[in-house]
């Protein structure tokens, strides 16, 4: 089976947000799920933050489309990635390339990346638990609450996906729960946890924070709790 992207940007975004840690295979993937519509979504998370990406005009061949999990070995992947054409992803290499022919082989290879499938020995979480509300308030840039090497890091994607070196940055987000990340396209998000929680931590409760638990739970940065 192979998976035809057509937005190899979005692929070599995801790989940055994977988790580093042997603890949990799982997240040291980028997820590849098919739509009911058509095409793919394309997310990866360490539990602090995660990458969403739409790519609605993605294609299976050689076998009927389903969810897939694949490993990554290199989190920075270089311009020529984020430039391709087309990736393909056979479950043991990401193909970043400059087209493909009728037969579905790439015309010119740019950049190619281990890729190994473990769609069948591990279950990504239910990332749609934890999406933030998009008409929460806006984050400011220098909010202590969120860690500064991660709003880095989606900064430097979108300059990647964009091209350009000025878009801004909008968080938002509510109480405790996790922020969404604007990153100047409509085809992609980020989300990204808060380092401290307000009222939904300190009640114990809230379903996105039980979320982001259960995907994460060794990482999961707890402050004490509240008196009342």
Same mark, same amino acid.
């Given at each position: ?6 937005k190899?940007?979005l692929?070599?975004a995801?790989?940055r ?21 058509g095409?793919?979504t394309?997310?990866?998370t360490?539990g602090?933050r995660m ?13 009927p ?6 490993a990554v ?5 270089? =311009?020529s990635?984020?430039n391709?054409d087309?990736l393909? #992803?056979?479950?043991t290499t990401?193909?970043?390339?400059? %087209? @493909? ?17 473990i769609?069948?020995k591990?279950t990504f979480p239910d990332?749609?638990r934890v999406?933030?509300d998009?008409?929460?308030d806006?984050?400011p840039?220098?909010?202590?609450s969120?860690?500064a090497d991660?709003?880095?890091d989606?900064?430097?994607?979108q300059?990647?996906?964009n091209?350009?070196k000025?878009?801004?940055? =909008? ?7 996790p922020a #969404?990340?604007s ?5 992609c998000f %980020? @989300?990204?946890?808060p ?5 939904a ?13 259960a995907?994460a739970p ?8 509240v008196?009342?």
């Amino acid at each position: 089976m192979t998976i035809q992207i057509t937005k190899p940007a979005l692929y070599a975004a995801a790989m940055r947000f994977a988790a580093k840690s042997e603890a949990r295979p799982y997240l040291e993937a980028v997820a590849v799920q098919p739509r009911d519509g058509g095409g793919v979504t394309i997310i990866s998370t360490d539990g602090h933050r995660m990458f969403v990406g739409i790519d609605e005009s993605a294609t299976w061949h050689g076998k009927p489309a389903h969810d897939c999990l694949f490993a990554v070995q290199k989190q920075k992947m270089p =311009v020529s990635a984020f430039n391709a054409d087309c990736l393909l #992803l056979d479950g043991t290499t990401a193909t970043f390339c400059g %087209g @493909v022919d009728e037969q579905a082989k790439p015309l010119l290879i740019n950049h190619i990346e281990q890729a190994e499938s473990i769609g069948h020995k591990q279950t990504f979480p239910d990332w749609t638990r934890v999406l933030p509300d998009p008409k929460a308030d806006t984050v400011p840039l220098d909010a202590h609450s969120f860690n500064a090497d991660y709003i880095a890091d989606f900064g430097d994607v979108q300059k990647r996906l964009n091209g350009r070196k000025a878009m801004p940055f =909008v968080a938002r987000a509510t109480g405790g729960d996790p922020a #969404l990340v604007s990153l100047g396209r409509d085809d992609c998000f %980020g @989300v990204l946890m808060p380092m401290r929680i307000g009222a939904a931590y300190d009640t114990g409760h809230g379903p996105a924070l039980d979320a982001l638990r259960a995907v994460a739970p060794n990482k999961f940065i707890e402050t004490k709790e509240v008196a009342a």
